[in-house]
């Protein structure tokens, strides 16, 4: 299960950027949003989020009064500051923020936030092990079902999505994010904005420069990108 996120910024745009960037990251989902402080907080209340990003310089209520009141509630949820103000850091974290992210957003440091937040213990539940199911691929005639631990990665190219895995290729119309989800109880990991690999396939990391690496896999001749924005957490998830 994702995390049920809510977004709550004056500002349109930003309120665009922070959930298109956001969709690179399936542990959280976007259910709502609100231009206002007021408003936040009345759909805080009916829809009981696990996570808000908020902005702090708003037009009535700002996002510092907003983040005390939701002390008060029975299931208060994390709290993300997302402001172009540096000033309010230290009010921010007396409040338990798990971050403060500044505008304008970057892809990295977003991806330490969902991190942080995963550490901090702000989960949603997970089943026990794997899922017992197979991972359905459409062919002309038939479906076929994939065993998941045979599949070694995924990639988008153009509006099509493909699964190598270790019987063939096949293509899909499934977005890259979706198969992620419904992967997440395996051990696929995010290395490239367009790929998806099985960490049990891993055979090498090969670098070729300081921002250019590729993955060699088992049983498999094609190596896949590894973008600098993944490398360390890769590493992490790989090594002892």
């Known amino acids: 299960m994702e995390l049920r996120t809510i ?4 500002e349109p745009f930003s309120r665009q950027e922070l959930q298109h960037l956001l969709e690179e990251h399936p542990e959280l989902k976007v259910i709502g949003e609100a231009n206002s402080a007021e408003k936040g907080l009345e759909l805080i209340l ?11 310089e708003m037009t009535g209520m700002n996002g510092i009064e907003l983040a005390e009141t939701l002390h008060k509630i029975k299931k208060p949820p994390a709290v993300i500051f997302a402001t172009a103000y540096p000033d309010y850091a230290v009010k921010a974290f007396r409040l338990d923020a798990v971050d403060y992210l500044l505008k304008p957003f970057d892809e990295e440091q977003l991806a330490q936030t969902v ?10 539940k997970k089943p026990s092990g794997p899922g017992l199911g197979k991972l359905a691929v459409q062919t002309e ?16 190219e153009g509006r099509d999505t493909y699964i190598v895995a270790e019987q063939g290729t096949y ?9 992620e989800s419904k992967l997440k ?6 290395v490239h904005k367009g790929y998806l690999v099985n960490i ?9 420069s300081a921002s250019v690496f590729q993955l060699k896999l088992k049983n498999s001749k094609d190596h896949v990108p590894v973008s600098r924005n993944y490398i360390k957490e890769l590493r992490e998830s790989l090594e002892l």
């Open 7 to 10: 977004i709550i910024d004056d």
């Open 46 to 56: 009916r829809e009981e989020p696990d996570v808000v990003f908020l902005d702090i």
């Open 115 to 124: 991190k942080r937040l995963l550490q901090k213990g702000h989960t949603a």
């Open 141 to 156: 005639d038939r479906i076929l079902y994939l065993d998941p631990k045979n599949v070694l990665y995924i990639y988008r």
């Open 171 to 179: 293509s899909s119309k499934a977005a890259l994010k979706d198969l």
């Open 185 to 190: 109880d395996y051990s696929f990991f995010r």
């Open 200 to 208: 049990e396939k891993v055979e090498e990391l090969v670098t070729w």
